[in-house]
């Protein structure tokens, strides 16, 4: 029985990639149908704001699979990427890409004999990539880096999940919590309670600029690390360079419900209509779709026939021996098509059903919401963001003095981070936005009412950009010091 899934061709090389991929699949009776969605450029154009119609929405939502071919997002016309966007609004939480040495694709580490094999999983939802940013003053724009434990935690099982699946023994979490104590600190927590659930997989701990020196290094002592979003794009994008460059690179978007499956190269708009573009990228990323929908003897066949067809040389325009000539699109992929059937000469890869995870899709009614209940929660105080032109810390102490009530010490001002009262540097240099903490006074308690109040009565001074409350949970102190506090 086929199995459908929803099919984006996408712009640029999309389609030309996309219909040699397809034409692999057929050629290997690849048990699934396909329904052509509406998505790209064009329907930006047509004033579709998200880049794609309500039907091939319903669609996608319908079906759960989408495979898709890259697409452009309009520059400058106030719109958001359409790959981000999708992976977003359809909770894709998180993104895998395997990286592989592949004989035929001459790196410096496989000429050094030092093989690659190791996958990132990218948490893909949270972090910087909400997009909230505020212009707080002319001069000073801040941004939300969001990571929360319920998104922390869907990503870090499913490393977890697919480091046993693949028959991995170690699982290393990439971070920066020696910095972002609070948000990094949050996923590196999640990570080491999940991580006793799979007492068979040895977890460890990095700190990202350590992982990064050390993959460039030594690539061959990893088998999978998990990130947070934005560390995690850096991250694999280093991997991918490490195999040959983006066009080897393939992706996954796993969600409980909706996965999406794509190349993360992009259109190519130089190399558009001319049918020389490597498909390779996009049927790799094919490849980690069959086996997720459970087709791993059809994702096995191809991708040693793939692998069988690197290693003897044949290549498209971008990679690959230039004293030999270059196959076309559909060159590359017709030869991949004879070579069905073929192994490479290191035995290639074996198909693991049993092992594979299997694709879920359920019809939700409402959206889900997870929350952690149960702990105790205290505010202890306020952060409130103000911006000062021409005032010297002090100055801005004694203004927010008179804001003062019984119940409120005024404990620091810091600028971008930095304390500079009631002690600092004199070479600190500012820029016009500051930060002003109140905290409660030992044994008082306050509301929320009192904290917006000094806020709102601060504001008759100097313009409050923002406000942010100070919490404890049990024992957990929920905001930082500022540097010097
Ligand atoms: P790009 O990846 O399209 O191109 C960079 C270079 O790599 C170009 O020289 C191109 O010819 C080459 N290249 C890329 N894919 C190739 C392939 N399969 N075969 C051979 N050569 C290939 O990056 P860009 O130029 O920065 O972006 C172009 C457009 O793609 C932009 O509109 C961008 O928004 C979009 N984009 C989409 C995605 C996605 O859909 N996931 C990802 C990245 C960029």
Redesign the pocket.
Known sequence: MKTKIAVAK?????PE?MQAVLKIFEANNVPLDYEYVEMG?SYFDAGHSTGMTATAKATIEELGTLF????????GKGVK???VTARKVWNTYANQRDFRTLNGVETVFSKAGIPINLTIIRENIEDTYGGIEHLLTYDVAVGRRIITRPGSAQVIRYAFEMARRKGYTKLACGHKANIMKLTDGLFLETFQEIAKEYPDIQSSDIIVDDLCMKLVTQPQNFQAIVLTNLQGDIVSDLCAGLVG???FAP?ANIGDNISIF??????????MGKG???????LLSGILMLRYMGLTENAATIENALLYTLERGIH????GNKSTPAAT?MGFADAIIANLGQVPADGGVVSKGNLELKATHEHLLKNKLTVTRGIKEEMVGVDVFVEANDLQPAELAELAKKRLTDNFDLVMISNRGTQVWPTGSIYTELVNEYRVRFEKKAGKTVTQKELLHIAADFSEDAKVCSVEFLMKFGDKIGYTLAQGQ
């Open positions: 996408g712009d640029g090389i999309g990639i450029k898709k071919g890259p697409m452009e997002t309009p520059k990427s359409i790959n460059g983006l066009g992706s794509e190349a993360v190269h992009g259109t190519a708009p130089d190399i020389i573009a490597n498909p390779t990228a996009l498209t325009g971008d990679f699109t």
